[in-house]
């Protein structure tokens, strides 16, 4: 085995715990299984720490009011039960980690913050939405004779929340005596990943939830529009926005 393989296997280990875990790890004997769950467990607790510090950085400025900090989670019993089935990165293991933070800063009750839950569910949301991989095309299907059609992306997410959260949002990072309050009303928000890795956050419109609820990877834009009885050049005006913010792909069609 090369070193590079060699150096391969080690860093899916420290990664991967079902991997760790393994028949096939376990016989390479590469490493000692105590010293390599350790530090495979510090560098769990050092990823989730980003994450949680950045996607919840809301809820961490309330917290002078809610009592609970979310990045405490990192050392509660729910993370810990988490190790045996960890991989560093993937949308599972992200979801997982950020319902714990929900459910903990959550348990705070709404502390006389009336938009805590539609804030926490759009820090889920964010945080769930960066994970997974990061490998596809938007030009897949190009040039080769095959029809190119509209897909929704995995881990694309509208919120319909009770309050305008992003007119609150600026103000809980900057300096407040009272806790900044958000106006209750209807507003909902689409999240998603673009092709370059950054979570983006857009109010959305009903153009774009039809096209969302439509993009199956099979309609084209002409089945787009006269199922949503939309004009093509706002259809097409429309999934233009929806690929810019990551939310549709296009894909080859059948």
Not at 16 to 21: H, L, Q, S, T
Not at 155 to 181: F, I, K
Request: proline letters at 5%; glycine letters at 8%; hydrophobic letters at 45%.
């Amino acid at each position: 085995m090369s070193d590079r393989a060699v150096h391969d296997h080690v860093i899916r280990a420290l990664a991967d715990a079902p991997y760790r875990a393994s028949a096939e790890w376990r016989a390479r004997g590469l490493a000692d299984p105590s010293r390599v769950e350790r530090f495979a467990r510090f560098l769990a607790r050092h990823f989730y720490h980003e994450r949680i510090v950045h996607f919840f950085k809301y809820s961490r400025a309330l917290a002078r009011v809610t009592g609970r900090r979310p990045d405490a989670i990192l050392r509660r019993s729910g993370f810990e039960a988490l190790f045996p089935i960890m991989v560093l990165g993937s949308r599972e293991t992200a979801a997982a980690v950020a319902r714990l933070v929900v459910d903990y800063v959550g348990a705070a009750g709404t502390a006389g913050i009336p938009y805590l839950g539609d804030l926490l569910r759009y820090e889920e949301a964010m945080m769930v939405a960066e994970a997974g991989a990061r490998v596809w095309r938007d030009s897949e299907g190009a040039g080769s004779g095959e029809r190119s059609v509209p897909m929704l992306v995995e881990g694309t997410v509208l919120l319909d929340l009770s309050h305008d959260l992003p007119a609150v949002l600026p103000r809980l990072l900057s300096p407040w005596t009272d806790v900044p309050q958000a106006t209750a009303r209807p507003v909902k928000l689409l999240v998603a990943r673009s092709v370059h890795g950054r979570v983006a956050v857009a109010r959305s419109t009903d153009a774009a939830e039809k096209v969302l609820a439509l993009a199956d990877g099979r309609r084209t834009l002409q089945d787009l529009a006269r199922e949503t009885g939309a004009d093509p050049a706002q259809v097409e005006e429309t999934l233009r926005g929806l690929v810019e913010l990551g939310a549709v792909r296009f894909a080859t069609g059948s």
